[in-house]
Every structure is written in structure tokens, then in C-alpha cells.
């Protein structure tokens, strides 16, 4: 038996007390067989193990401290997790001079003793023990299920006597389960490069609250009423609380295959520790999860033309100078995706400021095929006049008839 004698500990916390009538010789108590008494209470998350040993066990009347006997018993049937939270203890010992005593209870966690004096060479020469201590703290956080020593050390010589009976209730409890949950959802970060109001990819982010800390992570579905499609799986991350902490993945059309139309989500939300799914969100718990609409990167081409290629001719010489009274410009615009733009016409006067000639009408374009359209403007139709040494410095811009947008510029001399 391991030597359990604090000479720091203290006695705090009795409840009650009584003694036994003084007897003039106690006998030796005879072979104790165990006795043991188990009477668990298990709540949703705390508890109380109750147990009593009522063998009894000879003290040695040495009068040398570290010459103790110990009654046991071993509290089992808590969950795993259950840690103490309490002690109450109830005890008696019989001998005809309690002042030699001394008593505690204790219980080993590794290797290291945890002691609680609960009687300390008091009474003097009064007979017996009959004691109980409620609300002892000195386990709290120690594993519940474990074996317990009511320790008692008999350190002067002359009187003899036993543990007589040991009674314990070890209270419980278990870590609340970590139970975290959606709070918010939200779609941003949308990628529309043609601003047509579908992405061809976007995030999807999440707040996350819990009772208390713990790690989660979210497998990511669309909703479809047929059959729910995985997206994908986000990493782990911590929650402790409610504070606002956004996490979220990134959602691409093109690898789920999204041509142009709407989709909804669906968040599955798990504890990392377990794999347990601990909460489901739709449309239905966020309308953000709901009606995203997204289109393949394909189709989310901003409308890009470009001059390939123009010319300046003359048209009407009617005295052969060579000097021409209409002319016609001509371009040929190609694009990326199909598309409509418009041309305007200016004279490029290096002196003064530059003069519109004309605009063109609009167009359609699809691609690169050759497609040349004209414009022809008599030089006296317009609001200038050339005199007969000008030469034309004509200029074209290109604009986005979709957008308004100017696109590019391109010279043409004649």
C-alpha cells in the first residue's frame, strides 16, 4: 500500500458528526470479505456514482506515521469522458481514542496523489468516528471512473481499532457535445465578365457558431429535386462562440458544368472531430442558397471587335484633277463573339480640332469572315469645306453598339 500521509492537508467542509458509546475493549475485526454497494444515477450530461464498502480493516497501533491501512472502492460506469465535479464522503471508524487518529481520502491520477484530510488527531479521547463531508473539491476534473482510498494512520501507541465503513458519491458530468450550426450564407466574389447577371464562377461563404470550441467542415451539393449533385468539400476550420467568421469555397461552372441557367445549393455541415452531420441548409433555411444563376466561362465572353482592315477611295472626279468631290471609306471589323458595333468618321485636323464627318449605321459581327461594309459622303455635303490642295486625313473609331464603349482607332490616308 503506498504511503498516502499529507501533513499539509486540512480538514474543511464537516457536515455531521456523532460517536458510538465508549466501549471498554474493541475487539479485533474479523477477515473482512468486501462488501460493495453500486448505485449509479446517470443524467443527460452529469451524474452521480454512489458506493459503499462495509468491510471492515484493522488499523496497525504502531504510533509511526506511514503505518496507515486504507478500505477502497473502485467507481466504474460513468462515461469516459465524465470528470468529477464533486465529492461526498461518509465514514466510520471504531477505536477508543479518536485523538490518534488521523484520516483522509485520496485517489492516484498517474503518479501523482491527490489527498483530502478528513480527520486530523481531533476528539480527544473520545470513542469512534461517524463523519460525512459533502461539496469536496479537491478531484474536480479528475477522470470519475477510478479507485478511492479512505486512508487512516493510528500514530501513538496504546489503542486499536478498524475502518468500520466507507461510503462515497463521486458527482459527474461530461463536456456539453459541440454543436455548431449556420448562422448566415451568403453568394459573393461572382465572376460576369459580360455583366449579363450570370457568373461563371462565385463563392459560396458560410458563418458558423457553436456552444462550444470545435472544428467543422461542409460538403457542398446543388439541390436538385432529382438528385443531389457533390460539388465538393471544404478544409476543416475552428469555431468557438458566435462571432461572425465567414468561411467559404469557390464554386466554377465550367467543372460542374453549368451551361447558362440558375441553381441551388446545398450545405451539409459536419464535426470534424466525429463526422457527424450536424445540420443541413437549403433555399428553404437561406433564399442566398437559391436562384444563382451561372453560365459556362464560354458563354461569359465580353464582346471584343476589332478593325482587320479599311480603305479610302474617291469616287466623283468630275474635271479629272484628281481631286475628288465624294469618297467612300471602307472597313472590315471581325469580333470574338457575335455582336453589333458602329463606325464613326472624322477628319483629322492637325491644326484646329477633329471634325465628324458621319457615323455609320449598326452592324452585326460574328467571327473573322471577310465582311466589308461602306460609307460614301460628298465633301461638299459637309459642314467644311476643302479647298482644292487638301488632302484628306481621314481617322475611323469603332464603338460597341451593345455598350456604347469605344473599342479602337484606325488612321486612313488619301
Not at 62 to 72: K, N, P, R, Y
Request: with cysteine; glycine share 8%.
Amino acid at each position: 500500500m503506498p504511503y498516502f500521509f499529507d501533513s499539509n492537508a486540512t480538514t474543511t467542509g464537516r457536515t455531521s458528526a456523532r460517536r458510538f458509546p465508549r466501549a471498554a475493549e474493541l475487539p479485533e475485526a474479523p477477515n473482512p470479505q468486501p462488501c460493495l454497494l453500486l448505485e449509479p444515477r446517470i443524467l443527460l450530461n452529469a451524474g452521480t456514482l454512489h458506493l459503499t464498502n462495509s468491510s471492515n480493516y484493522n488499523i496497525p497501533d504502531d504510533g509511526v506515521a506511514g503505518g496507515q491501512v486504507s478500505s477502497t472502492i473502485t467507481t466504474s460506469g460513468a462515461p469516459s469522458n465524465a470528470t468529477v465535479t464533486s465529492v461526498d464522503v461518509h465514514y466510520k471508524v471504531m477505536h477508543p481514542y479518536v485523538g490518534d487518529l488521523k484520516a483522509w481520502l485520496t485517489t492516484q491520477q498517474g503518479s501523482t496523489w491527490y489527498d483530502r484530510t478528513v480527520w486530523n488527531r481531533e476528539g480527544g479521547s473520545a470513542d469512534n468516528i461517524d463523519e460525512a463531508e459533502a461539496n469536496l473539491t479537491t478531484w474536480n476534473g479528475l477522470a470519475a471512473n477510478r479507485t478511492w482510498y479512505l486512508a487512516v494512520d493510528d500514530q501513538a501507541a496504546g489503542d486499536s481499532g478498524y475502518i468500520d465503513y466507507f461510503e462515497i458519491w463521486v458527482n459527474w458530468s461530461t463536456p456539453d457535445p459541440f454543436n455548431p450550426s449556420f448562422y448566415d450564407a451568403r453568394i459573393t466574389n461572382k465572376v460576369d465578365q459580360d455583366s449579363d447577371g450570370y457568373a461563371r464562377s462565385f463563392d459560396v461563404e458560410w458563418d458558423v457558431d457553436s456552444n462550444i470550441a470545435g472544428s467543422y467542415y461542409v460538403k457542398v451539393y446543388e439541390d436538385d429535386v432529382a438528385y443531389d449533385d457533390y460539388l465538393l468539400t471544404s478544409p476543416t476550420w475552428s469555431v468557438n462562440g458566435s462571432a461572425t467568421d465567414y468561411h467559404g469555397v469557390t464554386i466554377n461552372s465550367d467543372t460542374e458544368a453549368w451551361s447558362h441557367g440558375t441553381v441551388e445549393l446545398k450545405l451539409d455541415l459536419y464535426d470534424a472531430a466525429t463526422g457527424q452531420l450536424k445540420q443541413t441548409w437549403t433555399a428553404s433555411n437561406d433564399a442566398n442558397l437559391g436562384g444563382i444563376n451561372v453560365e459556362l466561362a464560354s458563354q461569359d465572353t465580353v464582346f471584343a471587335p476589332g478593325f482587320y482592315d479599311a480603305s479610302l477611295e474617291g469616287v466623283t472626279d468630275i474635271d479629272g484633277d484628281g481631286k475628288y468631290r465624294s469618297l467612300r471609306v471602307g472597313f472590315d471589323v471581325d469580333s470574338n463573339i457575335a455582336g453589333q458595333f458602329y463606325v464613326t468618321v472624322y477628319d483629322n485636323d492637325i491644326v484646329t480640332f477633329d471634325d465628324l464627318i458621319t457615323t455609320s449605321p449598326t452592324y452585326v459581327v460574328a467571327g473573322s469572315a471577310s465582311d466589308w461594309h461602306y460609307i460614301t459622303f460628298d465633301v461638299t455635303e459637309t459642314w467644311f469645306e476643302w479647298s482644292w490642295a487638301d488632302t484628306a486625313n481621314i481617322y475611323l473609331e469603332l464603338w460597341n453598339a451593345n455598350t456604347n464603349g469605344y473599342v479602337a482607332t484606325w488612321d486612313v490616308i488619301v
